[in-house]
């Protein structure tokens, strides 16, 4: 009996990360494929052959999915026609994260948890707080004379960039 249930867990054998490594901001996208939920019987009949197994997607769903343990799905999810996780970074730190998600073989009423893992990146070359892909100049850090050559007063950031001070419109 124990056997006939461990050879029914649901497992994805691909799981497919757009990139192991996103730029923070950016979406990042999963997706399961090579999906396998054996089933015993269909239709009342004993299923014998391997080659005899219908779609898994079909009988299979994620039902929880959590990214370092906060919930990312508000409903199971039917995987048949299903194209994917989407995760938003933005409200993520820099650094390795992990998502773990919850198959469940819904015929046998059993589930596994398979996990992956990623990283979300900061980069930013020239150390002025402006990650490289929005910075017009990401090869130039900002100096203090450049700074002022605009006109305005600069002061130091602890985080790491530079502060500008932009004087307030004045009304006449």
């Given at each position: 009996?124990?056997?006939?249930r461990?050879?029914?867990?649901?497992?994805?054998?691909?799981?497919?990360?757009?990139?192991?490594?996103?730029?923070?901001?950016?979406?990042?996208?999963?997706?399961?494929?090579?999906?396998?939920?054996?089933?015993?019987?269909?239709?009342?009949?004993?299923?014998?052959?391997?080659?005899?197994?219908?779609?898994?997607?079909?009988?299979?769903?994620?039902?929880?999915?959590?990214?370092d343990?906060?919930?990312?799905?508000?409903?199971?999810?039917?995987?048949?026609?299903?194209?994917?996780?989407?995760?938003?970074?933005?409200?993520?730190?820099?650094?390795?994260?992990?998502?773990?998600?919850?198959?469940?073989?819904?015929?046998?009423?059993?589930?596994?948890?398979?996990r992956?893992?990623?990283?979300?990146?900061?980069?930013?070359?020239?150390?002025?707080?402006?990650?490289?892909?929005?910075?017009?100049?990401?090869?130039?850090?900002?100096?203090?004379?450049?700074?002022?050559?605009?006109?305005?007063?600069?002061?130091?950031?602890?985080?790491?960039?530079?502060?500008?001070?932009?004087?307030?419109?004045?009304?006449?």
């Amino acid at each position: 009996m124990v056997m006939m249930r461990v050879m029914r867990l649901p497992e994805a054998g691909v799981v497919q990360l757009s990139q192991p490594v996103v730029e923070f901001g950016e979406n990042l996208n999963l997706t399961l494929s090579d999906l396998q939920a054996p089933l015993i019987k269909t239709a009342g009949n004993y299923i014998l052959d391997h080659n005899d197994q219908p779609p898994a997607a079909g009988h299979m769903r994620l039902t929880q999915a959590w990214i370092d343990g906060i919930e990312l799905l508000q409903a199971p999810v039917e995987l048949t026609g299903y194209n994917g996780l989407q995760v938003a970074t933005s409200n993520l730190r820099e650094g390795g994260h992990t998502i773990v998600m919850r198959l469940e073989n819904s015929d046998a009423a059993l589930y596994t948890y398979q996990r992956v893992t990623f990283e979300v990146a900061f980069t930013d070359s020239d150390y002025d707080g402006i990650q490289d892909h929005l910075d017009l100049w990401p090869n130039q850090p900002p100096t203090q004379k450049t700074i002022t050559a605009m006109a305005f007063p600069i002061l130091p950031n602890f985080c790491g960039g530079w502060q500008v001070l932009i004087p307030p419109l004045r009304s006449t």
